[in-house]
């Protein structure tokens, strides 16, 4: 007779104690090299902010694609400061570097495999202008909860990815990510007033100050030459110029947005950078009315 608790007959395979094909490599079990760690605890003068256990390392390697890249260390920054005494110590030491908020990113962005620079965390923060027409936002903050900020003023933000509620100011801004209502007529780049950004050589701009172009010009002298003879290669090809206009005309998902080199007189940064603060234009809410003070830089 059988018994309820009768072993089945099947057997069943002991599991093989190979590791995984993609088991971490050996090399992060001992965490961050010492040189490295120390440099940087020294450089920022808190532990805290240095993230070098192999979990760490692990934990950080990966975002919302399918990809997979082990930091060589994890960088919280906490002001602006940070991020340039990084990127001077990085340059010194031939070092890539990679910054990450949420990480939502689908296409790998958000990993490196070098010094990656967590800008969420201490990047928290938003303030009301304008009766709610303008946001002023931190880079780590969440873009739901700034439309909830947003919200009794009857205002929205104009992006609208759907990982929203995990997504950052910052990595909105950073990849003009769009959305299913947005289009291309309420993304980042249509709807951004002003922005203040730090480039690799540690320049900081703000966008917003009524000499910006001229600082950043007298800063960065061969950034803007060369950004300068790009818009006026293409202003003197209608042909190209007509085909950027057209192609930009609905969303593209790879590439630097070209469409702002003839579009205004002004001009652009493309590349890597990394943005502290800006100020953004709201949407009314429950309406598809374009932003009457569309500006990016
Ligand atoms: C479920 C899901 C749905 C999604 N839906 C959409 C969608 O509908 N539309 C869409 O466009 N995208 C979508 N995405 C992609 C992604 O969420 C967005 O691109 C989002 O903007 C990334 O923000 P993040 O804060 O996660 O940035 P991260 O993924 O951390 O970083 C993205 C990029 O921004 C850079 N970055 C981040 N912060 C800064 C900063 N302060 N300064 C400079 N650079 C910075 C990073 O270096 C990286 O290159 C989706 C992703 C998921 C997982």
Redesign the pocket.
């Known amino acids: 007779m059988r018994r309820l608790f009768d072993a089945p007959a099947r057997t069943y395979e002991v599991p093989s104690p190979r590791p995984t094909a993609d088991r971490a490599p050996d090399r992060l079990a001992a965490g961050t090299d010492a040189w490295l760690r120390a440099d940087l605890e020294a450089l920022l003068g808190d532990p805290d902010v240095v993230l070098t256990r192999a979990i760490d390392l692990v934990r950080y390697a990966t975002?919302?694609s399918p990809y997979r890249m082990f930091p060589r260390a994890v960088v919280l920054a906490r002001s602006i400061g940070d991020v340039q005494e990084v990127l001077a110590y990085a340059h010194r030491k031939r070092l890539p570097v990679?910054?990450?908020?949420?990480?939502?990113?689908?296409s790998g962005?958000?990993q490196g495999d070098g010094i990656l620079v967590e800008?969420?965390r201490h990047?928290i923060g938003c303030t009301v202008e304008e009766g709610g027409r303008v946001l002023r936002s931190r880079?780590?903050t969440i873009l739901a909860r700034a439309n909830a900020i947003l919200k009794p003023y009857g205002y929205r933000l104009g992006?609208?990815?759907?990982?929203k509620t995990?997504?950052?100011v910052?990595?909105?801004?950073?990849?003009?990510?769009?959305?299913?209502c947005c289009g291309v007529v309420e993304n980042s780049y249509r709807t951004l007033r002003h922005l203040t950004?730090v480039l690799p050589s540690g320049t900081v701009v703000d966008t917003g100050a009524p000499d910006a172009e001229e600082r950043f010009a007298a800063a960065e002298p061969a950034i803007a030459a060369g950004l300068l003879e790009i818009r006026e290669a293409l202003l003197a090809d209608p042909q190209a110029a007509g085909r950027i206009a057209a192609k930009y005309r609905i969303k593209n998902?790879t590439g630097y947005a070209m469409n702002a080199f003839p579009r205004r007189r002004s001009r652009s940064c493309a590349g890597s950078?990394?943005?502290?603060r800006g100020r953004w234009a709201s949407s009314p809410r429950r309406s598809s009315r374009p932003c009457p003070t569309t500006r990016t830089t």
């Open positions: 975002d919302a990679t910054f990450r908020a949420a990480g939502t990113s689908l962005q958000a800008v969420q990047w880079p780590g992006p609208d990815p759907a990982s995990a997504c950052t910052g990595g909105v801004i950073a990849n003009n990510a769009s959305g299913m950004f998902t950078w990394w943005a502290p």
